[in-house]
């Protein structure tokens, strides 16, 4: 089982990015997926989700409306579009995935990405 994530980088505030992620091991249509990100000096966030059921996706609250989680099963790749970046989403962003827990608890899920670094600076 592997997630390999990748597109972070360094942006300019309101400035966009689209990370992704690949997944191998597994089909992906049989898994809910979630993105996190890891601050310096601060714990592991929840930023976004979606249900392997119904697609139902879920945002943490600092990046509604900014954020969009989707994904590809033919691909077997889970994206996160990123519109509107701040200093404050500067962080090492991280794919996950787990069989039965879905939402935004880091602790629910046991399969994880090596994180790519997104960067907002001007």
């Known amino acids: 089982v592997q997630l390999q994530a990748s597109g972070g980088g360094l942006v300019q505030p309101g400035g966009s990015l689209r990370l992704s992620c690949v997944v191998s091991g597994f089909n992906l249509k049989d898994y809910n997926s979630g993105w996190f990100r890891q601050a310096p000096g601060k714990g592991r966030e929840g930023v976004s989700s979606?249900?392997?059921?119904?697609?139902?996706?879920y945002y943490g609250d600092s990046v509604k409306g900014r954020f969009t989680i989707s994904r590809d099963n033919s691909k077997n790749t889970v994206y996160l579009q990123m519109n509107n970046l701040k200093s404050e989403d500067t962080a090492v962003y991280y794919c996950a995935a787990d069989r039965h827990s879905h939402g935004l608890d880091p602790d629910f899920y046991d399969f994880w990405g090596q994180g790519t670094q997104v960067t907002v600076s001007s």
């Open positions: 979606i249900s392997m059921i119904d697609g139902s996706t």
